[in-house]
Structures are given as C-alpha cells and as structure tokens.
C-alpha cells in the first residue's frame, strides 16, 4: 500500500497525459474486452476477443481529478463469452493498458450491463474512470 497522496491538480495533470496518449494518431482510441485470462504486463494474449469498442475523441473528460471514459458507438459483439479484463488501444494502433472489466455492481474500471457477451449482440461500456 502506498502511502502517496497527491492533489487534484497533479491527479488531473497525470489524467491529461494519459489521454493525450489515448488519442494520439488519426483514428480513435479503442477498449477490447477479452474473455480470460488476462496476461501479465500487457502481453501477448490468447483470450477470446469479445468486443472492440471504440472511444469518442477525445477519449475522456476530466475533472476533479477523475478521467471518465467518452464511449463511441455501440460495436457488435465478436464472440460469446464473458468479459474479464480490457486492452486499451490508442488512436494510432498502440497498446496503452490493461484493466479489469465488470458489472455495474463491481468494483471494476470498466463498467457493462453485463459481463456476459454474445456473439452478433451489442453492448455498451457504461461505465468507465480512473481516479
């Protein structure tokens, strides 16, 4: 456990380098969400793609020192499956992070109706921050 604290300001400044780095290039930043397991340190994985979601650019908003995700249009589902985790892609193709993914009842980063995802289906991130 750390025992930092920082202030808004810096928090917003850290959110603000993060999605420079998110929507950095022509396209969109994306969030693909994958069946497990997740990969240690952003490796290469051989879960299922469940779903590739863009962002809207920009990718986030930021306030009080909390980056909230700005969802794209609502993709197809890819494969069925149950998501576990997320692979943000930034807007030029980079791989950025990994998080968890949840329902609207977790404590998860990522925030769908439902983990459980079927093929040819939609699903929206409804939820998505970082403090």
């Known amino acids: ?3 930092l604290t920082i202030s808004e300001a810096l928090a917003n400044a850290a959110h603000e380098g993060r ?7 022509p ?9 497990a397991p997740r990969p240690g340190n952003g490796g290469a994985t051989s ?3 469940l779903l590739d979601a863009p962002l809207a650019k920009p990718s986030s908003t930021i306030a ?19 998501a576990a985790w997320a692979r943000f892609i930034t807007a030029d193709g980079s791989m950025a992070f990994d998080t968890d993914v949840g329902d609207m009842g977790s404590a998860a ?3 769908l109706p439902s ?3 079927f093929e040819g289906g ?7 921050t970082f403090g």
């Open 64 to 82: 009080a020192g909390v980056m909230t995700l700005m969802p794209g249009a609502d993709p197809l589902v890819l494969a069925t499956g149950v």
């Open 47 to 49: 879960a299922a793609l």
């Open 122 to 128: 939609t699903t929206r991130i409804v939820l998505g």
């Open 109 to 111: 980063t990522v925030k």
């Open 27 to 35: 396209g969109v930043a994306r969030v693909r969400l994958y069946a």
């Open 19 to 25: 999605r420079a780095f998110l929507d950095n290039g």
């Open 1 to 3: 456990m750390s025992d």
């Open 115 to 117: 983990t459980q995802l």
